[in-house]
């Protein structure tokens, strides 16, 4: 199992970003998928979890309205579409499929 993440970057408050994270090894399209974040000493966070299908999603109280998760099952691709984000929301994004995680991705909102 490979999970690798991309997007990640430095946007200021207010701004959008776009994770992706590229799933091998096995069939991607009938597992759930979920993001997590974890900031600096803090621990890690569930963000945002989509259904095998993307029929259902749900997602952390702190970032519901501003982030949305999808995932294409043709390209073994989940994504996490993140508008208005916020100087909290700076953290290493990952993610995940049961006991398997990818390497991260950082984001950092700053001005």
């Known amino acids: 199992v490979q999970l690798v993440e991309s997007g990640g970057g430095l946007v200021q408050p207010g701004g959008s970003l776009r994770l992706s994270c590229a799933a091998s090894?096995?069939?991607?399209?009938?597992?759930?998928m979920r993001w997590y974040r974890q900031a600096p000493g803090k621990a890690r966070e569930l963000v945002a979890t989509?259904?095998?299908?993307?029929?259902?999603?749900n997602y952390a109280d702190s970032v519901k309205g501003r982030f949305t998760v999808s995932r294409d099952n043709g390209k073994n691709t989940v994504y996490l579409q993140m508008n208005s984000l916020k100087p909290e929301d700076t953290a290493v994004y990952y993610c995940?499929?049961?006991?398997?995680w990818g390497q991260g991705t950082q984001v950092t909102v700053s001005s």
């Open positions: 090894g096995f069939t991607f399209s009938t597992a759930a």
């Open positions: 995940n499929r049961a006991n398997y």
């Open positions: 989509i259904s095998s299908v993307g029929g259902s999603t």
